[in-house]
């Protein structure tokens, strides 16, 4: 059954949004590269060939505003405005939030935005007047270099030299005395394709242009001397300039062999037209050494496919289950090793698959980090500082739903970098720094957690400052700050509504952002760390487990219900007594080989008081789970252990959970339903909560929990 044209439409805007998200982020970061380097022509070029390809999508699905606008800026970006490089990465950026825009409301079938400020800046470029090229002369107006070549045909390029063609770019000036310019350049074209395959020409194909002058590329197994000699067609072409560039399989563009030009040439212009041939048959090569291997999915795809196998990893539970029974019922039946044998079998190939689609959902944080150097320039701008982004790690892979979750809290704490942490040059000069200030973004693996660090060698926190702002603001009285140590007091900086800058402005001051930043990554079931030294820089440490779907988990229980968690969270495991507890400033802690560890009780206390011995149940026994929380070391009180379990996180809705102590819950092989532990949420909860009393009978857990327990299961 064939599609209909709408059907094809829609399917072509779609990859067209796609596609063209990755052609903004990398005109974004040209740009950058432009306002750094104002002479790099190769970057003017990119800029270019980007805005040719956005021009060409954007006319194909339908979107004539957008192309017209792409267009009449490719005309202004002509090679002889290279020597205004600041002012073309100006208008690269304005093009780059237009076009942005301009998608958005695509995309959601809206008008699109007004061009106007972008027209205006492409008529003032195109007023200005021209500089010498890079070789202190005016380069031609049209070459070989000038013509911007779609992916496309870049790719068949390289398909074709891979076959053993030769590639050929050639420059033909028509005839000024040849009155049809038009039907020339089809004359041309006709007469090429004889002894080769086109790959493309421009003007392009329609183009009602009367320009006389045309760039043609060609794969062919001829010699040079025949291209050549095809272009000359009397009282049609003045002359023709002819470029064979080698291009190899697994490598960049090697070289021009042969430069052979009909008529005056200028060498040197064939010598930069080379080499900007050769730059371009780079980022070809780059693109063409992946691209046949790339296949996109929706990532809804590998959601279900995801759950699929957790399914699957549920269903070996219950095998195992059942074989454990069948082997307590029939030990020396000979069917018993043959299950194990295929159990063992089918274990390693559901661990392999789980990795295998694990690794389908995981990818680099690059695709993170390319987004952060434009907004660090634009709010270094808009603060009148000097600040400089380095990255590295850009290679460690986090699983998508991640990514896609801390890229709000990354952007803000970036953000908060350059307003609050980074002095103005004034002030960094003053204080014996360097006038520029920087802000590194790191990525790696720390065992089975990714760590994202931003810092900045900026002022640091001012711990005095913070506390007076939260006596000010009511967030604590004096007698409890004064009490406050290092973490707590920054800590506070979490709080929703909680700043320390002097002045509202459009980049910070309202409070609004590291009480976010903190909120998501709990739900993300990550932590967010900070460290400051006053004078020396700041720095946030994100936590993010690899992957939310499919967990290694601790199970246990309290009060005869079934909880979990993480088993990567905990360090240790002791048994104790309750006598071993002790109650300091109302709190319940434990000494554990000379450290006093604080103790958060999950169950309901003992009714008889934990200050009178006489009262004590010695014999009664207990464990505590010591875990990470940050750099600080808890333990949770549970009454029994029920062993370790590879979970499916299976998320709760708000309808069937009251609480953000749980997380979400899994289901065991034998049918059980087991709740899943907010750990961060708990030692929060705690540290808020009032201190335990004397008769209090209700523990932290069940006060809250209890509600969500058996609306998501019952009594497991």
Same mark, same amino acid.
């Given at each position: 059954m064939s599609r209909t044209p709408d059907e094809r439409g829609a399917e072509l805007r779609a990859l067209f949004f796609e596609s063209s998200q990755e052609l903004l982020q990398t005109?974004?970061?040209?740009?950058?590269?432009?306002?750094?380097?104002?002479?790099?022509?190769?970057?003017?070029?990119?800029?270019?060939?980007?805005?040719?390809?956005?021009?060409?999508?954007?006319?194909?699905?339908?979107?004539?505003?957008?192309?017209?606008?792409?267009?009449?800026?490719?005309?202004?970006?002509?090679?002889?405005?290279?020597?205004?490089?600041?002012?073309?990465? /100006?208008?690269?950026?304005?093009?780059?939030?237009?076009?942005?825009?301009?998608?958005?409301?695509?995309?959601? /079938?809206?008008?699109?935005?007004?061009?106007?400020?972008?027209?205006?800046?492409?008529?003032?470029?195109?007023?200005?007047?021209?500089?010498?090229?890079?070789?202190?002369?005016?380069?031609?107006?049209?070459?070989?270099?000038?013509?911007?070549?779609?992916?496309? /045909?870049?790719?068949?390029?390289?398909?074709?030299?891979?076959?053993?063609?030769?590639?050929?770019?050639?420059?033909?000036?028509?005839?000024?005395?040849?009155?049809?310019?038009?039907?020339?350049?089809?004359?041309?074209?006709?007469?090429?394709?004889?002894?080769?395959?086109?790959? %493309?020409?421009?003007?392009?194909?329609?183009?009602?242009?009367?320009?006389?002058?045309?760039?043609?590329?060609?794969?062919?197994?001829?010699?040079?001397?025949?291209?050549?000699?095809?272009?000359?067609?009397?009282?049609?072409?003045?002359?023709?300039?002819?470029?064979?560039?080698?291009?190899?399989?697994?490598?960049?563009?090697?070289?021009?062999?042969?430069?052979?030009?009909?008529?005056?040439?200028?060498?040197?212009?064939?010598?930069?037209?080379?080499?900007?041939?050769?730059?371009?048959?780079?980022?070809?090569?780059?693109?063409?050494?992946?691209?046949?291997?790339?296949?996109?999915?929706?990532?809804?795809?590998?959601?279900?496919?995801?759950?699929?196998? %957790? /399914?699957?990893?549920? %269903?070996?539970?219950?095998?195992?289950?059942?074989?454990?029974?069948?082997?307590?019922?029939?030990?020396k039946d000979p069917v018993r090793g043959r299950f194990a044998d295929a159990m063992a079998f089918q274990s390693r190939v559901l661990n392999d698959l789980q990795r295998s689609v694990m690794k389908v959902r995981m990818v680099p944080v690059e695709q993170l980090f390319r987004r952060l150097p434009r907004m660090v320039r634009d709010v270094a701008k808009q603060c009148g500082k000097e600040v400089e982004l380095r990255m590295s790690g850009q290679d460690t892979d986090l699983d998508k739903g991640l990514l896609d979750g801390i890229a709000e809290p990354l952007a803000h704490l970036v953000r908060n970098a350059v307003s609050h942490g980074i002095e103005s040059s004034e002030e960094r000069v003053r204080a014996g720094k360097p006038a520029q200030g920087v802000i590194h973004l790191r990525a790696h693996h720390q065992g089975n957690q990714v760590m994202v660090e931003i810092s900045d060698d900026g002022r640091g926190i001012n711990l005095q400052k913070v506390k007076e702002r939260a006596l000010r603001q009511g967030f604590w009285n004096e007698q409890e700050a004064a009490a406050l140590d290092e973490n707590a007091a920054l800590n506070l900086i979490f709080r929703p509504g909680f700043s320390t800058a002097d002045e509202i402005t459009e980049v910070s001051g309202r409070g609004v952002g590291l009480d976010v930043v903190q909120t998501i990554l709990q739900r993300l079931k990550g932590t967010v760390l900070v460290e400051t030294k006053p004078g020396q820089g700041t720095t946030f440490r994100l936590c993010l487990p690899l992957t939310l779907a499919i967990i290694k988990a601790l199970l246990f229980r309290v009060e005869q219900r079934l909880y979990a968690i993480p088993l990567n969270a905990v360090a240790e495991i002791a048994r104790i007594q309750e006598s071993d507890l002790h109650l300091v400033d109302n709190r319940e802690v434990l000494q554990l080989r000379n450290r006093v560890l604080p103790v958060i009780r999950l169950g309901r206390r003992p009714a008889h008081s934990l200050e009178n011995s006489a009262d004590r149940q010695p014999d009664k026994k207990a464990f505590v789970l010591v875990t990470h929380f940050g750099e600080r070391k808890l333990g949770l009180l549970v009454g029994a252990l029920e062993g370790e379990e590879e979970l499916v996180i299976k998320a709760l809705d708000d309808r069937s959970i009251e609480s953000d102590l749980v997380s979400g819950a899994s289901i065991l092989g034998d049918g059980r339903v087991v709740m899943i532990l907010n750990l961060a949420a708990i030692v929060e909860r705690h540290s808020k909560s009032q201190p335990a009393r004397e008769g209090a009978e209700t523990g932290l857990l069940l006060s809250y929990a209890e509600k969500a327990t058996l609306a998501a299961g019952g009594r497991a």
């Open positions: 005109l974004n970061e040209e740009a950058l590269k432009l306002e750094r380097h104002p002479e790099d022509l190769e970057a003017v070029r990119s800029i270019r060939r980007i805005v040719h390809t956005l021009k060409g999508d954007a006319a194909a699905s339908g979107f004539q505003e957008l192309s017209d606008t792409a267009h009449k800026l490719e005309d202004a970006l002509g090679m002889e405005t290279a020597g205004a490089g600041g002012s073309l990465a /100006e208008i690269a950026f304005c093009a780059a939030d237009y076009f942005g825009n301009a998608l958005t409301r695509y995309r959601e /079938e809206r008008k699109p935005p007004s061009s106007a400020p972008l027209q205006t800046m492409i008529r003032k470029l195109i007023k200005a007047p021209k500089t010498a090229g890079a070789s202190g002369r005016k380069r031609k107006s049209s070459g070989s270099a000038g013509a911007a070549w779609t992916e496309y /045909e870049k790719l068949a390029m390289q398909r074709l030299a891979d076959e053993g063609k030769q590639i050929y770019a050639i420059h033909a000036q028509i005839d000024p005395a040849c009155a049809m310019p038009i039907a020339a350049r089809q004359l041309v074209l006709k007469s090429l394709s004889e002894i080769g395959e086109v790959l %493309g020409y421009r003007p392009e194909s329609g183009s009602t242009e009367t320009a006389r002058q045309m760039d043609v590329l060609l794969a062919s197994q001829k010699p040079a001397q025949v291209v050549s000699a095809k272009c000359k067609i009397p009282t049609i072409v003045a002359k023709a300039q002819v470029e064979a560039v080698t291009l190899t399989a697994k490598a960049k563009p090697a070289s021009v062999e042969a430069v052979i030009s009909e008529g005056p040439s200028d060498s040197a212009s064939a010598d930069a037209d080379a080499v900007a041939m050769t730059q371009s048959g780079d980022s070809t090569q780059k693109t063409s050494s992946h691209v046949d291997n790339i296949l996109r999915v929706d990532a809804e795809r590998i959601d279900n496919l995801l759950n699929l196998v %957790g /399914e699957l990893i549920i %269903g070996k539970s219950m095998f195992q289950r059942t074989l454990n029974e069948f082997g307590r019922l029939h030990p």
